[in-house]
Nanobody, 127 residues
Framework: VQLQASGGGLVQAGGSLRLSCAASGRTFRSYNMGWFRQAPGKEREFVAAISWSGRSTNYADSVKGRFTISRDNAGNTVYLQMNSLKPEDTAAYYC?????????????????????WGQGTLVTVSS
C-alpha cells in the first residue's frame, strides 16, 4: 500500500483546510485508516481514525467537534476536514493504514497499530 497525502498549507486561526490521502492498492477498502500529526519537538499523536466501512470514527479529544474524517472507498481516498483551526493544530499531518485491525470492535489509536504511512503534509495555523 502506498499513501500520498496532500492539502496542507498556511491558514489563519479559525479557518479550514481539507487534507486528502490517496491510497494505491485494491485492498484499501478492507483497511482501517487514520490521521496522526507531529508538531516540531513533539511526539506523533493520534488525530482521527475511520473504520474500513466508514461507519465508525474516533477522534482525539483535542479535535473532536472541529475535525471530520471520511473516506471514499471507490476513489481510494481518505479525507480530514479541519474547521475552526487553532495555532496549536500546526503540525505535519500523516495518514496511515492499519492492515490488521479490521476485525476489531475498537479502532486503532496508537501509531504502532498502523503499518503503512504516507509522507507528511504540513499545516500551519497563524494567530
Amino acid at each position: 500500500v502506498q499513501l500520498q497525502a496532500s492539502g496542507g498549507g498556511l491558514v489563519q486561526a479559525g479557518g479550514s483546510l481539507r487534507l486528502s490521502c490517496a491510497a494505491s492498492g485494491r485492498t484499501f477498502r478492507s483497511y482501517n485508516m487514520g490521521w496522526f500529526r507531529q508538531a516540531p519537538g513533539k511526539e506523533r499523536e493520534f488525530v482521527a481514525a475511520i473504520s474500513w466501512s466508514g461507519r465508525s470514527t474516533n477522534y482525539a479529544d483535542s479535535v473532536k467537534g472541529r475535525f471530520t474524517i471520511s473516506r471514499d472507498n471507490a476513489g481510494n481516498t481518505v479525507y480530514l476536514q479541519m474547521n475552526s483551526l487553532k495555532p496549536e493544530d500546526t503540525a505535519a499531518y500523516y495518514c496511515a493504514v492499519s492492515s490488521w485491525t479490521s476485525g476489531r470492535m475498537v479502532l486503532p489509536v496508537v501509531s504502532n497499530e498502523y503499518d503503512y504511512w504516507g509522507q507528511g503534509t504540513l499545516v500551519t495555523v497563524s494567530s
